[in-house]
């Protein structure tokens, strides 16, 4: 998401078109002041449906690491052997 500076007498003449703008083109608003910074503004999330997928999740933005495919073991079998009881609390 990109961030982008807008000034205080910008926004003030113009805040619901700034708003619906960052909200379309995921943007967020930096209100500037004479000072600086003064506020930052971000669109909301997009809305889930309620389902078991919102639940459970979609896996975006997952990734794997390199060389790694959804089949592969999360232990190697001569590691499986190596916990103990112990190693288990």
């Known amino acids: 998401m990109s961030t982008r500076q807008i000034s205080l007498s910008q926004f003030a003449g113009h ?27 971000s669109p909301l999330p997009a809305q889930t449906t309620g389902t078991i997928a919102d639940w459970i999740g979609t896996g975006a933005g997952f990734t794997l690491a390199p ?23």
């Open 67 to 89: 060389g790694c495919t959804l089949e592969d073991p999360a232990f190697e079998p001569n590691e499986w052997e190596d916990a103990t009881t112990d190693d288990q609390l």
């Open 15 to 41: 805040c619901v078109e700034e708003l619906a703008t960052a909200q379309r083109q995921h943007t967020i608003l930096e209100i500037m002041g004479a000072e600086g910074p003064l506020a930052l503004v």
